[in-house]
């Protein structure tokens, strides 16, 4: 498995843009939240996710590009593979 964090970015985005691309994104498991090594659930800032899989980094970008094109026109997607993440300040997703 690969692991990617991916940004969206709208330069003018309507107030429900990123509660409806979050949606989106949820049915393909990219998420906006990342686990620590505790287990331990965090979310990430808005715009920002993660995704694990076996895709190519293109076909990772080009899938999150048609997805958030559908949910607003011109977004921006930049994806990163990543193998160690360090992060600070996010905050913590309460236990149900």
């Keep these: 498995m690969v692991n990617y964090i991916i940004r969206v970015s709208y330069t003018a ?22 686990k620590a090594d505790d287990g331990k659930g965090y979310y990430l800032p808005q715009g920002e996710y993660c995704y694990s899989g076996n ?8 899938a999150v590009y048609r997805l958030s094109s559908t949910v607003q026109d011109e977004p921006q997607v930049l994806v990163v593979e990543v193998t160690t993440l360090s992060w600070a300040g996010f905050k913590l997703i309460e236990e149900a």
């Design 55 to 62: 895709e190519a980094i293109n076909e990772v970008r080009d």
């Design 13 to 34: 985005p309507q107030a429900d843009t990123y509660d409806r691309l979050n949606v989106e994104l949820a049915k393909y498991n990219v998420a906006g939240a990342i």
